[in-house]
């Protein structure tokens, strides 16, 4: 009953350093999401992918990079990580880009200093 | 410019009472709306969502309604428990999928036993 996962739970950057947030989700559902939250803020899309094989930006993409690497599994860069990435990230997927009722992961926790 | 505002950051019920959450939208093009709950450390999970065709939609201790001309919802929720209290998000959606999707920033409730 696992649902959305995500890796790590926590983590802590240096400024210009990257790292790859890894999701997978085991509900067979063809599209994923990379949420971030910010205090104060709502949940605000960073890309998703519709379906397997394609990717696309969400309301704010600049600093990340997305792979779709299959069915199961979408994960996000961070190429050179900056101080105001600091975020709690959330993975989430749907049955389907219409199907608004998405499925989240537990997020990971990230600073960069 | 926030589509969806949610302008209590917080809320303090005691238990047995009834909880009212409220959302206003500025997008007349919004069509569906959902209310999503999120525990501390934990990924946002979907509780009850209405269509714009519907001014009423309930589930058990959930009921959101809907007022288009005013375009505002709310969530009751009644009896409000002490395990209801969380953050909830409101969220819209105006009919491009989910990758459209609209959140709140949130209001946290505190149900006191």
């Known amino acids: 009953n696992a649902g959305v996962t995500q890796t790590p739970k926590f983590q802590v950057l240096k400024t210009g350093q990257s790292m790859t947030l890894q999701c997978a989700q085991d509900?067979?559902?063809?599209?994923m999401y990379w949420y971030r939250q910010d205090p104060g803020m709502g949940l605000r899309l960073i890309y998703y992918?519709?379906?397997?094989?394609?990717?696309d930006k969400g309301e704010v993409p600049n600093g990340y990079n997305v792979s779709r690497l299959n069915k199961r599994e979408f994960s996000l860069r961070l190429e050179s990580a900056a101080p105001s990435q600091t975020s709690v990230y959330f993975c989430?997927?749907?049955?389907?880009?219409?199907?608004?009722?998405?499925?989240f992961g537990s997020g990971t926790q990230l600073s960069v200093l | 410019d926030q589509q969806v505002k949610q302008n209590s950051p917080s809320l303090s019920v005691q238990e047995g009472r009834i909880s009212i959450l409220n959302c206003d939208y500025t997008n007349s093009m919004f069509d569906y709306f959902l209310w999503y709950k999120k525990y501390p450390a934990e990924g946002p999970t979907f509780l009850i969502s209405i269509s714009s065709i519907k001014d009423k939609n309930e589930d058990g201790r959930f009921t959101v309604f809907l007022n288009k001309s005013a375009k505002h919802l709310s969530l009751h929720i009644v009896p409000s428990q002490p395990g209801d209290s969380a953050v909830y998000f409101c969220?819209?959606?105006?009919?491009?999928?989910?990758?459209?999707?609209?959140f709140g920033k949130g209001t946290k409730l505190t149900v006191n036993p």
């Open positions: 509900m067979n559902h063809n599209s």
């Open positions: 989430a997927s749907s049955e389907m880009t219409a199907n608004e009722k998405l499925f």
């Open positions: 992918s519709a379906s397997e094989g394609t990717t």
């Open positions: 969220a819209a959606s105006g009919g491009g999928g989910s990758e459209k999707l609209v």
